[in-house]
């Protein structure tokens, strides 16, 4: 009986998804704790390296798996939807953006937006760049 359940795509794809997600919430929840630790609490590091890295690694991810390896279904979910999905930060970089506008650090605030959105983006080009042959 439980074979035959975990057969079920649904369930296959439920169980990738939540792997992908602990790993990936867990990265970002240590990444965050070491940088808040070695550099403070005035500008949000950590949240800043995990959009990065995460932008970095869906463009390089989806890059190499949409022109060179295929991808179990499976994988796809548990890297993408999973992992990257709970890994990237961007409710916590909104979040992040208002406080430090609260805090009355308007230029740093602007500086993390704009930063995080225009190096997020060119994380994403570099990534997928990095898979062309």
């Known amino acids: 009986m439980l074979i035959k359940i975990l057969d079920d795509p649904v369930v296959k794809n439920s169980i990738a998804i939540s ?11 240590f990444l965050t ?5 070695r550099f403070g609490v005035t500008f949000p590091y950590g949240t800043f390296f995990v959009n990065l890295t995460g932008t970095l690694g869906i463009g390089f991810c ?12 499976q994988l796809g979910l548990f890297i993408f939807v999973g992992f990257l999905g709970s890994y990237t930060t961007f409710s916590t970089f909104a979040l992040d953006t ?18 995080s959105g225009i190096l997020g983006l060119m994380g994403v080009q570099l990534g997928t760049w990095l898979t062309r042959s």
């Open 19 to 29: 792997l992908g997600a602990i790993v990936g919430s867990l990265s970002r929840y």
């Open 33 to 37: 704790l070491w940088f808040t630790q």
């Open 62 to 73: 989806s890059g190499l798996f949409l022109h060179h390896v295929s991808l179990p279904p």
């Open 98 to 115: 208002v406080q430090l506008v609260k805090n009355g650090q308007e230029y740093t605030a602007l500086l993390y937006w704009g930063g």
